[in-house]
Structures are given as structure tokens and as C-alpha cells.
T-cell receptor, first 114, second 113 residues
Framework: QKEVEQDPGPLSVPEGAIVSLNCTYSNSAFQYFMWYRQYSRKGPELLMY????GNKEDGRFTAQVDKSSKYISLFIRDSQPSDSATYLCAMSALGETSGSRLTFGEGTQLTVNP | EAGVAQSPRYKIIEKRQSVAFWCNPI?????LYWYQQILGQGPKLLIQ????????DSQLPKDRFSAERLKGVDSTLKIQPAKLEDSAVYLC???????????FGPGTRLLVL
């Protein structure tokens, strides 16, 4: 069993839709949860960073972590064509400042159609 | 501020040949990572350096892969000999020892024929 499972894509939505992206994990030691966005032929870039359970909002993006269910989500409101990319969830057992390994999900490819 | 630089961007080799990738991290970043991203999968950590010392190389196939960061700045990742299954994007990332974000370079896309 993989440590991190991510809903397979591809996902195609109309512009303005609310997008929900999800990951589940099995390692209860994970405490730090991240969402990265990766455009085609580019490296991943950090979108959201959350510690432990709870919600975090940044503009149109909301990250949710439910440690009791080992489930994390990323919501994108008012999706735009520029949001079209692959979204990767990532997790670590210790803070990144200690250099802990990131474990990534497989990624969900999102297309937002004008 | 310049980002993480990687070269070459693309490389095509035949199996059993050797190949090397180069990474220049963001200035001042002490921690450097090499990841392998196979098509359709998330990145997998190969090796992590703190300055010029190895912190984690538990997922590095040491029979064929090697990496070094001699002066604690630039790093090279080498594969010798390459196998078909090494076809992937090799991503370099760096982070400040006091920061919380890994910044990724654009990657080197390797195709082994």
C-alpha cells in the first residue's frame, strides 16, 4: 500500500467551478501537509502549507486537514484557466526546517475550460 | 532572486551509457534535494544534502546512482550505467535551513533508449 494516495485525474471543469482535490495517507506520523502546483515541463511550486488538522485559506485556495481520517483536501473557488496544472499533495513527518523527506501523491491533472 | 538552476534540460542516451545532471541551488540555501519524477507519478526523493553532507540517501539506488555536493553549493547527480526504467524527470530543490519551503528547479528530462 502506498503511503499517500491521491484521487486520479484527469479532472476537467468549466471556468468558475469549485474544484475539490483530495489525498489520503496511511502514515500517522505525518504532521505537515502541503499542496504543490506543477505546470507542464516545470518544477512543482508550493501553494499551501498546513500543520496538523484544520483549515487554511489563501485567496481562492483552501486547504483542509483531517488527521483523524487521514484525509486532506484542497479547494479552489472560482477556478480560472490559469489554474490548469497538475496538483500534488505532499506530506512529511517532521517540519521541513529539519529537512524531512517529502512524500508526494501521484498528482491530479486539472483542466479549467474557458 | 534567481531560482534553482538545472542543466541540461533534456538528455537522450542509450541504456548502459552514463549521464550527469547539474544543479545550482538558490544562493544561501544549505539544503539540497534530488528527486526522481516518473511520468504520471509524484516526485520521489533520491538524496538530501545539508551543506556538503548527506542527510538521507535511503531511496538512492547506490549500485548505479551517485551524487555529490563537494563545496556545499552546486551538486551533480550521476547515473552509470543507465537502465530503461531511469527515464524520468530529475528535479533539484533547495531550502534554507531556517525556511519551510522547498524551491524546485525546472528539472532535467531524461530518456533512456
Amino acid at each position: 500500500q502506498k503511503e499517500v494516495e491521491q484521487d486520479p485525474g484527469p479532472l476537467s471543469v468549466p471556468e468558475g467551478a469549485i474544484v475539490s482535490l483530495n489525498c489520503t495517507y496511511s502514515n500517522s506520523a505525518f504532521q505537515y501537509f502541503m499542496w504543490y502546483r506543477q505546470y507542464s515541463r516545470k518544477g512543482p511550486e508550493l501553494l499551501m502549507y498546513t500543520y496538523s488538522s484544520g483549515n487554511k485559506e489563501d485567496g481562492r485556495f483552501t486547504a483542509q486537514v483531517d488527521k483523524s481520517s487521514k484525509y486532506i483536501s484542497l479547494f479552489i473557488r472560482d477556478s480560472q484557466p490559469s489554474d490548469s496544472a497538475t496538483y500534488l499533495c505532499a506530506m512529511s513527518a517532521l517540519g521541513e526546517t529539519s529537512g524531512s523527506r517529502l512524500t508526494f501523491g501521484e498528482g491530479t491533472q486539472l483542466t479549467v475550460n474557458p | 532572486e534567481a531560482g534553482v538552476a538545472q542543466s541540461p534540460r533534456y538528455k537522450i542516451i542509450e541504456k548502459r551509457q552514463s549521464v550527469a545532471f547539474w544543479c545550482n541551488p538558490i544562493s544561501g540555501h544549505a539544503t539540497l534535494y534530488w528527486y526522481q519524477q516518473i511520468l504520471g507519478q509524484g516526485p520521489k526523493l533520491l538524496i538530501q544534502f545539508q551543506n556538503n553532507g548527506v542527510v538521507d540517501d535511503s531511496q538512492l539506488p547506490k549500485d548505479r546512482f551517485s551524487a555529490e555536493r563537494l563545496k556545499g553549493v552546486d551538486s551533480t547527480l550521476k547515473i552509470q550505467p543507465a537502465k530503461l526504467e531511469d527515464s524520468a524527470v530529475y528535479l533539484c530543490a533547495s531550502s534554507s535551513t531556517t525556511g519551510s519551503t522547498q524551491y524546485f528547479g525546472p528539472g532535467t528530462r531524461l530518456l533512456v533508449l
